[in-house]
């Protein structure tokens, strides 16, 4: 409580000293008509900071992104495979497309009607696919572990997981090694609408899924997992995607479900964190997203909610706070760099 009382002290301070730009909203047509998790998550708040930065690397582990999605098109890098075959296309599975989207759709850039780019990601970040499935979709645990590894030596900072796997001991030393370089790894929770028996990861960050009510996702096919291994929650009901051949929404965009959007959510916001101040360690922008979650459910942590649902206004005027400039945002930093350090578990 400490902590997050100072962390609180440090955010209003920023405030006060401020974004000239204050809280943004973007011209993209689906976010003010269906992204109804921009304002939840406190995104024109982020937006008034920073749009995001393409310096920012945020590695999308999946079935591959495709290339013509116009709202990513200018962002993605080079595809690379760590499954020994070469990277897919993102066209036999469109889910790495959808993954990617949510966190790097292009922000403010619906300014050209035709162009087909009315959806707002977290951020404008580069975006790297790294496809870990065949495919059909399945994956082998070493796989995405590797490309763990692989993400953190192209650079990445953030890595994001939409998967299920066996194996997630293989995937956490992965995350282990990729924090030792300064990157965060994000994991979806699940869709099996139950709780599961795992326990916390050190170095994973699984991301469970909550509705508009601020409730914990459930509709009858299922809805989030949820359990000790749970440390964070970020929306997971009515996301808008990216993708070319998808027929719900006009101009290829759809409607999704499940803890897959989720994590990337929660990975946009360490991108955000770092787009607003770079020189932030892994462990400062973990605690950020920690100290500044809305509290959900029972008090402090909590096997459904974790820390809390995601702020990731909050998360970006704490990097705000942390820049070394004014003066007195360089003393408070100072003494928040001391107390902001480790996982709080």
């Known amino acids: 409580m400490h902590r997050r009382l100072l962390l609180t002290l440090a955010i209003v301070l920023a405030a006060a000293a401020g974004s000239e730009a204050g809280p943004f909203v973007p011209n993209d047509r689906y976010y003010a008509s269906h992204e109804w998790y921009g304002p939840a998550l406190n995104l024109p708040t982020a937006w008034g900071y920073s749009l995001g930065s393409a310096d920012v690397i945020v590695a999308v582990l999946d079935t591959g992104v495709m290339a013509e999605t116009p709202d990513l098109a200018d962002r993605l890098l080079a595809p690379l495979s760590s499954t020994g075959d070469p990277p897919l296309n993102g066209t036999s599975l469109h889910h790495g497309t959808w993954v990617a989207s949510v966190v790097g759709m292009g922000v403010n850039n619906d300014d050209a009607p035709g162009v087909n780019k009315g959806g707002a990601g977290v951020g404008n970040f580069s975006i790297l696919p790294i496809t870990v499935t065949d495919a059909l979709g399945h994956n082998i645990s070493g796989e995405i572990a590797a490309g763990i590894r692989l993400a953190a030596d192209q650079g990445a900072r953030v890595i994001n997981v939409s998967h299920s796997t066996l194996r997630f001991d293989l995937l956490n030393d992965a995350a282990a090694y990729a924090r030792e370089r300064g990157a965060l790894t994000f994991v979806a929770a699940g869709n099996s609408g139950a709780r599961k028996s795992m326990v916390g990861y050190d170095y994973l960050i699984f991301v469970s899924g909550t509705d508009r009510n601020d409730e914990l996702w459930s509709e009858e096919a299922g809805g989030s997992s949820w359990g000790l291994y749970v440390d964070l929650a970020a929306p997971a009901d009515d996301i808008v995607i990216a993708d070319p051949q998808d027929p719900d929404l006009p ?39 920690y100290d500044t979650a809305v509290d959900l459910g029972t008090p402090g942590w909590d096997e459904k909610f974790g820390h809390g649902r995601l702020d990731i206004g909050a998360v970006a005027t704490g990097a705000y706070a942390l820049l070394p400039e004014p003066a007195s945002m ?16």
């Open 251 to 289: 101009n290829g965009y759809g409607i999704h479900h499940g803890t897959s959007f989720a994590a990337p959510l929660a990975a946009g916001a360490a991108a955000m964190a770092w787009s607003i101040n770079p020189d932030l360690t892994a462990d400062q922008v973990l605690d950020l997203l």
């Open 330 to 345: 360089a003393l408070l930093a100072l003494g928040l760099a001391g107390i902001l350090v480790g996982r709080r578990r």
